[in-house]
């Protein structure tokens, strides 16, 4: 990494340290703190089964497995983690003031370090063109503060194209073994995610985070028609930015993707926050979960 960048990486890390206790103690009374609160009973072990215990109960592939009965055992569910799917595919590298993928690494490092704040483990799955690296939930101030860097240091991998997200999706759901609030940060650009962000959801409480900017919805003035590349496709096209039918098209593709990204949100049933490159994270997290909390029965 360049200086420059060492510098804005050291500069964004000051200033979540600074921020994540203020969030962690504005959050505390609200959903942020309940959110990370088990819910009822989870899976704990297999037992033989006595004779005494509720026929229900029986787990009946391990009893075949072994040629005698087992039953499952469950506890009471305890603080869940936090898990960060983080996209840093080449599409997240674009926008103003700072880019997609400086606002997503603020607010999932600020997320991390409020979570620690609050004795939450976190974790989290990096990817590209390809899932790239899997950290399970852990404890500690060192964990979380590692996570932090690790998204504001995030560069595309040379030479991929496009997201995967739906694998790094597929991923998270077969790795994370205990129910977790999982935050994907994305700008939902990719094609094919919609399944396995449902089956994620089934399991976890998930939250969209989709960055956004303004570049998104129409590209600055230009003097004429130029040669523009697709970040997620590598595909290369001509357009004139200028043209009042390519401003009206790009305009509504952008309401319909969006439209779309809603829609599938909804349908999994998950929570949904969009946070613009010009807005400040901290101050779009403290909103996001003050409605959740007015909205908690």
Request: glycine share 8%; hydrophobic share 45%.
């Amino acid at each position: 990494m360049s200086s420059s960048g060492d510098r804005a990486t050291n500069r964004l890390l000051r200033r979540l340290k600074f921020a994540s206790p203020m969030v962690s103690r504005s959050l505390a009374s609200g959903e942020f703190r309940s959110a990370f609160k088990g819910r009822g009973v989870e899976f704990d072990s297999l037992r033989d089964y006595d004779g005494a215990d509720d026929a229900s109960l029986i787990d009946w592939n391990a009893s075949a497995r072994f040629g005698r009965p087992f039953v499952r055992t469950f506890r009471e569910a305890r603080d869940l983690a936090l898990f960060v799917v983080f996209d840093a595919s080449a599409s997240m590298e674009f926008g103003s003031p700072r880019s997609k993928r400086d606002t997503a690494a603020a607010a999932c490092g600020l997320l991390c370090l409020a979570a620690e704040e609050g004795g939450n483990p976190s974790g989290a799955l990096v990817f590209s063109g390809s899932p790239l690296r899997f950290d399970p939930p852990a404890r500690g101030r060192s964990r979380a503060l590692a996570l932090a860097e690790r998204f504001a240091a995030l560069r595309p991998e040379p030479g991929e194209e496009g997201s995967a997200l739906g694998d790094a999706l597929r991923t998270a759901s077969a790795d994370l073994k205990r129910r977790s609030v999982v935050v994907v940060a994305s700008d939902f650009l990719s094609a094919g995610w919609e399944r396995p962000f449902a089956e994620l959801a089934r399991r976890h409480d998930v939250i969209a985070l989709r960055v956004t900017d303004g570049v998104d919805g129409a590209l600055p003035a230009l003097a004429g028609a130029c040669a523009v590349r697709d970040a997620e496709s590598g595909r290369m096209a001509v357009i004139d930015p200028r043209s009042a039918d390519w401003i009206e098209s790009r305009a509504a593709s952008g309401a319909e993707r969006r439209l779309a990204w809603l829609r599938a949100v909804a349908r999994a049933r998950a929570s949904h926050l969009e946070i613009d490159t010009g807005e400040d994270p901290a101050l779009a997290l403290l909103r996001f979960f003050d409605r959740r909390s007015r909205r908690a029965p």
